[in-house]
């Protein structure tokens, strides 16, 4: 291997922005990998990186592009006769993307489907497939990064066939979990018709051993979570997932990296989308927007009443039941409430009916609006986020950006970049421990008796607006642990 050669890295995720985005994944594969990219080789000290994306040719893509070039038209192995398969490249912001298209991608119309099976086809026939297109383009891979449980099985097959394909057998592999319980459950049967080799992975407990996610982590050289406190927290019962004791077998290469935001797709000084465009200076232009959002849902318009925002997909996981109930204990002071969201509609109920209950304060949105978000994000005096654990967050860091406090619950990522102690000249936040509907009205009191100090609470403000969420130093500690695994550290 030539010393003067990039290390190549091929980033496998099954959605990346601005292709295509359906959550928080979309925004890490759509711009992680150009931030390492990005990276001077004299400041990481070694080789520079090639990093090239690559991502399932979903039908809801083909006709946001122009330029498209076919590069291989290759198989994938199948028990019942190899698969076709083609990859299309393309550049986006400078990084050369590759679609992978074949007939299960094709086949279905939405990222991901609610029938497990037509997932489980998709994504496993789409991780074998870019390792077949690595060795069409004879592009030799130094390293194999996967995310979630899509592009899991890459890691596990990269595994199976490294010791005796001479393309792969210098490869490592890093496994990034975005969302650790969404584990891939349901694909079992389709990766047995793939012929996938069981797994006789000791360590890994009986019913994880034909799952994607488990056996990513198992086969990966490295395993990855998007905050450092999240990697902690999976080595526990609470977070683990049933997984605990096999993640504190190997627990000296699992590691956790923050995710960096877009500071230009996120920035209140030049969104288009929001009515009155502001800095950390300009806190006073701020407060038009308050007014504004509050005309919008047709609330009392006083600056004076604390606002709180909630922008989240309505799961479970998000806590969104806590704040509901949470509210209801604090019906004595002042403030108003805008839920905005989407998901289990059971959450969605419970939302809308404290809007029956308090209609002089709560307003239920029920949707996804991206405009919507960002006219919150500028205009909300406090945003809610009581998950029930959250890998890492982007929502806090985008609210901080907006000068909207974030109060959340103590828990992965939120409390990598939340400080909640008013002796600390970082404070930006409020964070709450326990996730129960009273721990999270006593975090509301608090806030709002801080909110009523107007100096406190500029504070704040400023102090988020000034946090820095760029991608930069989360990319040298991703480069970082590519060099560690060729034995290259600097
Ligand atoms: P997750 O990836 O778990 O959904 P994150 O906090 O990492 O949570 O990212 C959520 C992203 O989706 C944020 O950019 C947030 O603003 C956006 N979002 C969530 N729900 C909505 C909605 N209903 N309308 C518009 N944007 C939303």
Redesign the pocket.
């Known amino acids: 291997m030539s010393e003067q050669r990039p290390i190549n890295v091929l980033f496998i995720a099954s959605e990346a922005a601005p292709l295509i985005k359906v959550?928080?994944l979309g925004d890490v594969a759509g711009s992680l990998p150009k931030a390492l990219r990005k990276i001077l080789p004299a400041k990481m000290k070694g080789r520079a990186l090639d990093v090239r994306l690559v991502i399932p040719f979903h039908s809801a893509i083909t006709q946001r592009l122009d330029s498209l070039q076919l590069v291989a038209a290759f198989f994938v192995p199948h028990p019942k006769g190899k698969i076709a398969a083609r990859a299309f490249q393309t550049s986006v912001e400078g990084v050369p993307v590759y679609l992978i298209e074949g007939s299960s991608i094709l086949s279905d119309q939405s990222v991901y489907s609610s029938d497990p099976r037509v997932d489980a086809n998709k994504f496993i026939f789409f991780s074998l497939a870019a390792l077949e297109m690595a060795r069409a383009i004879s592009w030799p891979v130094d390293i194999l990064h996967a995310n979630d449980w899509h592009t899991a099985i890459s890691v596990y097959d990269l595994k199976i066939r490294r010791p005796q394909d001479p393309f792969f057998k210098e490869t490592k592999s890093v496994l990034s979990m975005h969302n650790m319980p969404y584990m891939g459950a349901g694909s079992e049967s389709v990766i047995y018709e793939f012929g996938i080799p069981e797994c006789t992975c000791h360590g890994l407990p009986e019913w994880a051993r034909n799952i994607p996610l488990p056996l990513g982590m198992f086969a990966a050289d490295y395993l990855l979570t998007v905050s450092p406190n999240y990697a902690n927290e999976i080595l526990t019962p609470q977070y683990g997932c049933g997984l605990q004791d096999f993640l504190n077998s190997r627990k000296e290469t699992v590691a956790g990296i923050l995710n960096g935001l877009d500071e230009t797709k996120w920035d209140p000084n030049s969104d288009p989308s929001i009515h009155f465009n502001y800095g950390p200076a300009q806190l006073n232009i701020r407060k038009k927007n308050k007014l504004a959002l509050q005309t919008e849902f047709g609330l009392d318009k006083d600056e004076n009443i604390p606002l709180l925002i909630l922008?989240?997909?309505m799961d479970q996981q998000k806590g969104i039941d806590l704040a509901v109930q949470g509210l209801r204990l604090v019906q004595d002071l002042d403030w108003q409430v805008i839920f905005?969201?989407?998901g289990d509609p059971i959450i969605e109920a419970a939302c809308r009916s404290l809007e029956v209950e308090l209609p002089n304060r709560v307003r239920a949105a029920i949707?996804?609006?991206?405009n919507l978000?960002r006219r919150m994000y500028a205009g909300g005096d406090v945003l809610l986020i009581p998950s029930r654990y959250e890998p890492?967050?982007?929502?806090q860091m985008?609210a901080m950006r907006y000068g909207c406090v974030p109060l959340a619950r103590s828990t992965g990522g939120l409390k990598d970049t939340i400080v909640d102690d008013s002796e600390n000249e970082s404070n930006n936040g409020f964070l709450f421990e326990e996730a129960s509907p009273e721990d999270f009205a006593t975090t509301i009191r608090r806030a709002i008796e801080v909110f009523l100090n107007r100096k406190s609470w500029q504070l704040l403000q400023v102090n988020g607006m000034k946090s820095d969420f760029s991608w930069e130093k989360s990319a040298m500690e991703y480069s970082m642990i590519y060099q560690k695994l060729l034995g290259e550290e600097a």
């Open positions: 959550g928080g922008i989240s997909r905005l969201g989407t949707r996804f609006d991206l978000s890492c967050g982007l929502t985008i």
